[in-house]
C-alpha cells in the first residue's frame, strides 16, 4: 500500500484565479494519477504523470488549463487554473503500486469551491 | 453507453441486512474488477480486488465476478452503521487506467 498526503484538503477561491494542489507519497511510485469527482458521478481521469516525461490527458482534459508537475517518484502537482465555478469539484489523487496493475490508492481529496 | 453502471442509490438497510451492490460493464477486455469503499470527506480505499471471473471473501465481504454477463456484486453481511458509505466499482484491462462506476451511497440504520 502507500499513504499519500493531499493538500489543501478544502479551499474557496475566486473565478479566474489558480490552485495548485500538491500530493506527497511515502514510496516511490512510478505512475501518478489525479482524478475529478464531481457530485453524484463517477472519478473522472484527468491525467497520468510519470516522473520525467510530460503528463499524458485524458479527453477532455488539456495542459492549459490542468498544468501537471512530477519532479521525483514521490510528489506532483495538479493546477487548476483560470478556475469557473464549473471547476467545483473534488481532486483526487491517486498511486499505482506494484502487485495488481493499476491498483490504485488515493489521497483524501481536495474540494475545491470557486466563487 | 458508458462503460460501466453502477446504481446511485441510495440505499438504506437495517443493520444486520445483507446487502447486494452491483455493477454492469460493456468492455468485455476488462480482467481486473475492484470495489472501493469512500467514507463522506474522504478519499476512496480499496475494499475488495478480483482478476477475472469467480468468488472471493473477506470477511463480511464477498465479491462476485461474472464476466459471461458482464456483471459484478458486492456482498456485505450483517451490516453495520459503520458500512455506511459510498461503494465504488471499478475495474480496468490491465496495463489501462480503472474505469470506476458512479458509486452507490449505502447507509446503514442501526
Known amino acids: 500500500s502507500a499513504v499519500i498526503s493531499q493538500k489543501p484538503s478544502r479551499d474557496i477561491c475566486q473565478r479566474g484565479t489558480s490552485l495548485t494542489i500538491q500530493c506527497q507519497v511515502d514510496?516511490?511510485?512510478?505512475?501518478m494519477f489525479w482524478y475529478r469527482q464531481q457530485p453524484g458521478q463517477s472519478l473522472t481521469l484527468i491525467a497520468t504523470?510519470?516522473?520525467?516525461?510530460?503528463?499524458?490527458?485524458e479527453s477532455g482534459f488539456v495542459i492549459d488549463k490542468f498544468p501537471i508537475s512530477r519532479p521525483n517518484l514521490t510528489f506532483s502537482t495538479l493546477t487548476v487554473s483560470n478556475m469557473s465555478p464549473e471547476d467545483s469539484s473534488i481532486y483526487l489523487c491517486?498511486?499505482?503500486?506494484?502487485?495488481?496493475?493499476?491498483?490504485?490508492?488515493f489521497g483524501q481529496g481536495t474540494r475545491l469551491t470557486v466563487v | 453507453q458508458k462503460e460501466v453502471e453502477q446504481d446511485p442509490g441510495p440505499l438504506s438497510v437495517p443493520e444486520g441486512a445483507i446487502v447486494s451492490l452491483n455493477c454492469t460493464y460493456s468492455?468485455?477486455?476488462?480482467?481486473?474488477f475492484m470495489w472501493y469503499r469512500q467514507y463522506s470527506r474522504k478519499g476512496p480505499e480499496l475494499l475488495m480486488y478480483?482478476?477475472?471471473?469467480g468468488n472471493k471473501e473477506d470477511g463480511r465481504f464477498t465479491a462476485q465476478v461474472d464476466k459471461s454477463s458482464k456483471y459484478i456484486s458486492l456482498f456485505i453481511r450483517d451490516s453495520q452503521p459503520s458500512d455506511s458509505a459510498t461503494y465504488l466499482c471499478?475495474?480496468?484491462?490491465?496495463?489501462?487506467?480503472?474505469?470506476f462506476g458512479k458509486g452507490t451511497r449505502l447507509s446503514v440504520i442501526a
Open positions: 491517486s498511486v499505482e503500486t506494484g502487485g495488481v496493475p493499476y491498483q490504485a490508492f
Open positions: 514510496s516511490q511510485v512510478t505512475m
Open positions: 504523470a510519470n516522473q520525467g516525461s510530460e503528463a499524458t490527458y
Open positions: 468492455n468485455s477486455a476488462f480482467q481486473y
Open positions: 478480483t482478476y477475472s471471473s
Open positions: 471499478a475495474m480496468s484491462e490491465g496495463g489501462t487506467p480503472l474505469v
